[in-house]
C-alpha cells in the first residue's frame, strides 16, 4: 500500500508516530506480545467471573407507546409486565378442567403474577386454548432460565394427543438458538483464500491470529461494560461478525505491504517501519472513519443503538490497535521464516506479479477508451438492485419469522390458526382520566374500535385498583408485521380514537408490543436523513482535505451511497419480499442504519487506499490517465483479496439461525462485494478518465484556506 493519511500532525523529531511504533514493536517483541496476552486474558476472566449483563433498551421517550407503557408502570404496575401465552392442542377438543389442572404448578414458578383462562380463551372449533401468564418483569429483563423452568413445567403435560406449546416474547428469547457455526465457517473461509493469497499457511494466519486476539479483547471489554452501560443482548455475535471481518481486513493490509517491501529489498525491521507508516496510516484512517460513522449513530437518541454502536466503535478501535501494535510484533517474531518462504517463491510471484500489473493495466486501458459505458450501464444496475428500498418496511421479526422447531413459533402458528392473525399483536389500549373515574370513557372506546374497519376483537375495559386508568385490548385482523396493522394503528390514534379522547376530556394512548414496533420504526425512519446527511458530511469532508479535490469528495459520496443502497434493495428483496424461499418480513429497523455506518467507514478504507495511489502518480508525472492505470495495477490485487475475506465472513452469518444477523451478514458481503468489484474497479477508474486533470482541481480561495495533509511521507 502506498497511500496514507496526514503527515504533518504525526511527525515527531523526523519520525512519524507510526515508524516509531513499529519500532517499539518490533524490538520490543516479546513485551507487546505479552501485553496482549495480558489484555485477552484478563478482559477473558474477568467477563467470565462477572458474567454479562446484556439488557435491552427499546425506551422511546416521547412516543405514544412508550407512555402507555409508563402509566401501566405507575397505576397498574400488574398489567406492565411481560406476557406468556401457554398454548394447547387437543384434536379431540380440549378439555377446559384437565388445562386448569395443569396450570396449577406454572402459579408457584418465580416471576409468575398470575395465570388465567379467559372466557373466550377456547376456539371455535373447541381444539385450541390458551392461557395467559402474567409476569411481574417486562420481556427484557426476565431471567432466560426462569422462562426455561415455565416453558418445561407446562410442556411436561403435553402427551396422549394433547400438545402444549408457549409464546411470548420471554418464551422467544429463551428459545434463541446458539451460533457459532457461522463464526467457524467465515474464519475457515477466510484462512482458505489468504492460503491462496500468500501460499503459506504461516504467513495466512497472521491476520486471522490478529483478528481473534482483537475480537476475544472486545468481547470480554463489552461484556464487562454491559454491568455499567445498557448493551443490548444481540450485540455480541455483531461484534464477532465485524470484529473478524476488519481485524482480517486490516492485519491484511499492513502484511501485503510488509511483503511488498521485502520483495523490494527492505530488511526485515525496515519493512515493518516502512508497512506501518504506509498501510498503518490508511488502517488508522479507515478505522477512525468506522469509529465516527458508528457514534453517529447516538444521533437517532435510541437506548438500544447506542449500546450497540459504543460496542462495535469498540471493537474497531481495539482491532486497529492489534493491526498497529500487534502485528509488528509477530513480523519481528516469524520474519524470518516469512522471508526464507518469500525467498523461495520470489522469482514464481515476481513473474506473477508482474502479469497480473500489466493486466490491470490493460483494464484500465479499456476502461479509459470507452468510460461512458463503464459508468452507465453498472450505474444503472446498481440502480436497479437498490429499487426494492423504495419500498422498505422497517420493523421487527417476530416468532412468525422464527423456524418451526422453537416451541415460540409453533404457540404462534397455534394462536393464528385458532383466533386469528392478529391475535397475536394485540393493542393495549390506555384510557387516563386522572382523578376521574375511566369506566365510561373505556366503554366508548371499546365501542369505537369495535366498529372500526380492521379489529377482530376488543376484550371489555381492565380498571386499575384506584379507577382512574383502564385498558382495553383489541386484536386487529392482519398479522402483526402486516403494512395493514400499522395502518390501523395510525387510523386509531388520528381518526377513531381522538375524537373519543377529546369528547370524554380523558387521555387515550395506544401502546402495547406492536405499537411499539410501529413507533420505534417510524422513529428511526424519521431520523434516518440526519444521521446519513452527517456520516457522508463528514467523510467528503475528510477527503476534500486530504486529496485537495472538489470532485473526488463529491464522486466518492455518490459511490458509496450507490453501494450501501444496492446491498439494501437486495436485503429487501430476499427478507420482505421473500426471494429464495426466506420467510417474507419487514427489515429490521436497526439493520440499515448500522449497514450504513458499517460500510461507509469500511469504503473509505478502499476509497484512500485507490486514491492515494493515483494522487502519488498524478503528483510525479502530472499524467491524469496514467495516474489511474498505476492506481489499479498497484492496489488491484490487495483491493481484491482483501475484499473477498470480508465478503465470506460476513457471507458466513447467512448461516446464523438469527433473522437480523442474517440481514446483516447478506447486506454487508454484498456491500462490500459491489463497492471492491464494481465500484473500485469500474465505476471509480471510469469517472477518473472522464473527470482527467479535473479531478485534482480545488478552487484556489479554498485552497489557501484549508490545512495541508501530505498523503506520503517523504
Same mark, same amino acid.
Given at each position: ?23 517499539? !514493536? ?43 407503557? &409508563? ?12 406476557? %406468556? ?124 491470529? @490478529? ?27 455483531? %461484534?464477532?461478525?465485524?470484529? %473478524? ?21 527492505? &530488511? ?22 468506522? @469509529? ?63 502479469? $497480473? ?33 423504495? &419500498? ?20 404462534? $402458528? ?51 385498583? &384506584? ?5 382495553? @385490548? ?46 420505534? !420504526? ?18 467528503? %469532508? ?9 470532485? @473526488? ?49 469500511? !469504503? ?10 493515483? #494522487? $502519488? ?71 477518473? #478518465? ?22 506520503? #511521507?517523504?
Amino acid at each position: 500500500m502506498t497511500g496514507t493519511v496526514a503527515e504533518a500532525p504525526t511527525r515527531i523529531r523526523g519520525r512519524s508516530v507510526f515508524e516509531r511504533l513499529a519500532d517499539w !514493536s518490533y524490538r520490543r517483541r516479546w513485551t507487546a506480545l505479552l501485553l496482549w496476552m495480558l489484555v485477552l486474558a484478563g478482559v477473558t476472566a474477568g467477563a467470565g467471573l462477572a458474567g454479562g449483563d446484556f439488557r435491552n433498551d427499546f425506551t422511546l421517550p416521547g412516543a405514544e407507546s412508550q407512555q402507555a407503557q &409508563d402509566v401501566l408502570a405507575d397505576r397498574m404496575p400488574t398489567q406492565a409486565g411481560a406476557t %406468556l401465552q401457554i398454548v394447547v392442542q387437543d384434536p379431540g377438543g380440549v378439555d377446559r378442567s384437565a388445562v386448569d389442572a395443569m396450570l396449577g404448578p406454572v402459579r408457584g414458578l418465580p416471576h409468575v403474577v398470575d395465570v388465567v383462562v379467559p372466557e373466550s380463551a377456547v376456539s371455535a372449533d373447541g381444539t385450541i386454548a390458551y392461557a395467559t401468564v402474567t409476569l411481574d418483569v417486562a420481556a427484557e429483563a426476565m431471567p432466560a432460565d426462569d422462562t426455561r423452568r415455565i416453558i418445561d413445567t407446562a410442556r411436561g403435560a403435553g402427551g396422549d394427543g394433547l400438545t402444549v406449546e408457549v409464546g411470548g416474547d420471554p418464551a422467544r428469547a429463551a428459545d434463541e438458538a446458539e451460533g457459532g457455526a457461522a463464526e467457524g465457517a467465515g474464519l475457515l473461509a477466510a484462512l482458505v483464500v489468504l492460503v491462496l493469497l500468500f501460499g503459506s499457511l504461516l504467513a495466512a494466519s497472521l491476520p486471522i491470529v @490478529i483478528a481473534i486476539f482483537a475480537v476475544g479483547s472486545a468481547i470480554g471489554l463489552v461484556t464487562l461494560a454491559s454491568h455499567v452501560a445498557t448493551v443490548a443482548d444481540f450485540t455480541t455475535p455483531l %461484534l464477532i461478525l465485524v470484529g %473478524l471481518g476488519v481485524g482480517i481486513d486490516y492485519a491484511l493490509l499492513v502484511f501485503s505491504r510488509f511483503r511488498s517491501e521485502l520483495t523490494s529489498g527492505s &530488511d526485515r525491521a525496515e519493512a515493518v517501519r516502512r508497512a506501518l507508516d504506509t498501510a498503518g496510516r490508511t488502517v488508522f484512517f479507515a478505522g477512525t472513519t468506522v @469509529i465516527i460513522a458508528l457514534l453517529g449513530l447516538v444521533l437517532l437518541g435510541l437506548g438500544a443503538l447506542q449500546g450497540v454502536a459504543v460496542a462495535l466503535a469498540v471493537t474497531v478501535l481495539v482491532t486497529m490497535l492489534a493491526a498497529l501494535t500487534l502485528l509488528p510484533a509477530l513480523l519481528s517474531l516469524f520474519g524470518a521464516r516469512l522471508e526464507r518462504t518469500m525467498a523461495r517463491r520470489r522469482e514464481k510471484a515476481g513473474r506473477a506479479s508482474r502479469e $497480473e500489473g500489466r493486466q490491470w493495466r490493460r483494464w484500465s486501458d479499456a476502461v479509459a477508451r470507452r468510460p461512458w459505458p463503464a459508468v452507465l450501464l453498472p450505474l444503472i444496475a446498481l440502480l436497479a438492485l437498490a429499487a426494492p428500498v423504495l &419500498d422498505m418496511r422497517l420493523g421487527f421479526a417476530d416468532a412468525g419469522n422464527d423456524a418451526d422447531s422453537k416451541t415460540s413459533t409453533r404457540a404462534y $402458528e397455534l394462536l393464528a390458526e385458532g383466533f386469528g392473525a392478529g391475535f397475536n399483536g394485540p393493542l393495549v389500549v390506555v384510557v387516563d382520566a386522572g382523578d376521574q373515574a375511566a369506566q365510561p370513557a373505556a366503554e366508548a372506546v371499546q365501542q369505537a374500535m369495535a366498529a372500526t374497519p380492521g379489529v377482530a376483537a376488543v376484550i371489555p375495559p381492565i380498571p386499575a385498583p &384506584d379507577g382512574g386508568v383502564a385498558t382495553v @385490548i383489541a386484536y386487529p385482523e392482519s398479522a402483526p408485521q402486516d403494512e395493514a396493522t400499522e395502518e390501523l394503528v395510525a387510523t386509531l390514534r388520528d381518526d377513531v380514537l381522538a375524537p373519543v379522547a377529546r369528547d370524554n376530556g380523558v387521555t387515550v394512548l395506544v401502546g402495547g408490543p406492536t405499537a411499539a414496533v410501529i413507533d420505534v !420504526s417510524t422513529a428511526i425512519a424519521a431520523r434516518l436523513p440526519l444521521f446519513v446527511g452527517v456520516v457522508v458530511g463528514l467523510s467528503a %469532508l475528510l477527503l476534500l482535505v486530504l486529496f485537495r479535490s472538489l470532485l @473526488i469528495p463529491v464522486k466518492a459520496a455518490i459511490l458509496n451511497l450507490l453501494s450501501v443502497g444496492a446491498a439494501m434493495g437486495v436485503i429487501t428483496l430476499v427478507f420482505q419480499h421473500g426471494a429464495f424461499g426466506v420467510p417474507p418480513g419487514p427489515i429490521e429497523a436497526y439493520v440499515p442504519v448500522m449497514i450504513f455506518a458499517i460500510v461507509f467507514g469500511l !469504503s473509505m478504507d478502499y476509497e484512500v487506499f485507490l486514491l492515494a495511489r493515483m #494522487h $502519488e502518480e498524478w503528483e510525479r508525472t502530472r499524467d491524469a490517465r496514467g495516474a489511474v492505470r498505476e492506481g489499479l495495477a498497484t492496489t488491484g490485487r490487495v483491493v481484491t483479496a482483501a475484499a473477498a475475506i470480508m465478503v465470506v465472513v460476513f457471507g458466513a452469518f447467512v448461516l446464523s439461525p438469527d433473522r437480523m444477523l442474517q440481514q446483516f451478514g447478506l447486506g454487508l458481503a454484498v456491500a462490500v462485494l459491489i463497492d471492491a468489484v464494481v465500484i473500485r474497479c469500474l465505476l471509480l477508474p471510469a469517472a477518473m #478518465h472522464l473527470f482527467g486533470a479535473r479531478a485534482w482541481w480545488l478552487p484556489a480561495g479554498l485552497a489557501r484556506r484549508l490545512p495541508r495533509l501530505a498523503l506520503e #511521507h517523504r
